[in-house]
């Protein structure tokens, strides 16, 4: 069993100090993002020493979903000083939550392998730099960017947003060139950019080490039709520029707040129409 010297990964990866989060500030997941991840998601399978992060990063106060820091954390508690494997297919979200995330793999005492199984995105780029190896699956992508959410305040407030943003930035940057060993300005052309690296890509840049092809692995099982079809119709929304709290007041109003079995198909349809409708209203 490989182990690491200390706290620091086998990469010798940067420690991330703890930021505070800006008044008024509120986290949102990047809409192309959130688009490429509700046509991929897929739910998780129990597999011996693995942990999968197929949420958006951070806990959404709408329905307590999404994948949070204490829940690394006490997965890897259960899994003790053993190599541990983390499958990525994430669009992103909280960089407060995804700093801590990434600063457990980072600290944990044995080989951290990840594969990135949709798209590693946003917060969930730099988790995925905590791997010891980081595979990417055939047709899988790494998404960097800029930090940015929605700050609602007074002029103090959003000059200490933009203070907090710009570490962020940095902090991102510090991480990715440990990782990749590629010039800073490089990286910080690429968040600019707001860049969808494919496999191969993220290979060449040093954000990946090999590429494998998904089918060879156990797939994973589908999730719900009706959860799948509210994940596209979010998506649909946040393209539409609806920030994240409105959007999860829509949902809750266009599903009643309830799942059903009924098939995907059912769901897709008339999520898309719910979405067209509110799009629509929104617009006029």
Do not use: C
């Not at 600063?103 to 995105?121: D, Q, R």
């Not at 290979?203 to 509210?230: H, N, Q």
């Not at 649909?236 to 949902?251: D, I, N, T, Y």
């Amino acid at each position: 069993m490989a182990r690491k010297e200390g706290p620091m990964s086998l990469k010798k990866l940067p420690q991330i100090k703890a930021l505070k989060e800006p008044s008024g500030y509120s986290w949102d997941v990047p809409s192309d993002a959130l688009a490429r991840w509700s046509d991929t998601v897929s739910a998780a399978k129990d597999e011996p020493n693995t942990i999968t992060i197929y949420d958006p990063i951070g806990e959404d106060p709408w329905d307590g979903s999404g994948f949070t820091a204490k829940r690394m954390a006490g997965a890897l508690r259960s899994i003790g000083q053993n190599d541990v494997t983390v499958k990525i297919n994430s669009p992103g979200g909280s960089v407060f939550e995804g700093f801590a995330i990434y600063n457990e793999l980072a600290n944990h005492p044995a080989k951290v392998t990840v594969e990135v199984m949709g798209i590693a995105a946003s917060a969930a780029a730099y988790i995925a730099m905590a791997g010891d190896d980081i595979r990417m699956g055939l047709g899988t992508f790494i998404m960097v960017h800029n930090a940015w959410g929605l700050v609602v305040g007074n002029r103090n407030d959003l000059a200490e947003s933009i203070t907090v943003l710009e570490k962020i930035d940095g902090a991102q940057m510090d991480i990715f060139e440990a990782r990749t060993g590629a010039a800073r300005k490089e990286i910080e052309a690429l968040m600019d950019a707001e860049t969808f690296l494919t496999a191969k890509e993220a290979v060449e840049k040093g954000f990946a080490d090999s590429v494998f092809s998904l089918p060879d692995a156990e797939p994973a099982a589908r999730v719900r039709g009706d959860i799948a079809a509210k994940n596209k119709l979010d998506a649909l929304l946040a393209q539409s520029g609806v920030p994240r709290s409105e959007r999860r007041r829509m949902l809750k109003e266009a599903t009643g707040g309830k799942h059903d079995a009924a098939p995907a198909a059912k769901h897709d349809a008339g999520l898309r129409e719910a979405a067209q409708q509110l799009i629509a209203t929104l617009r006029s």
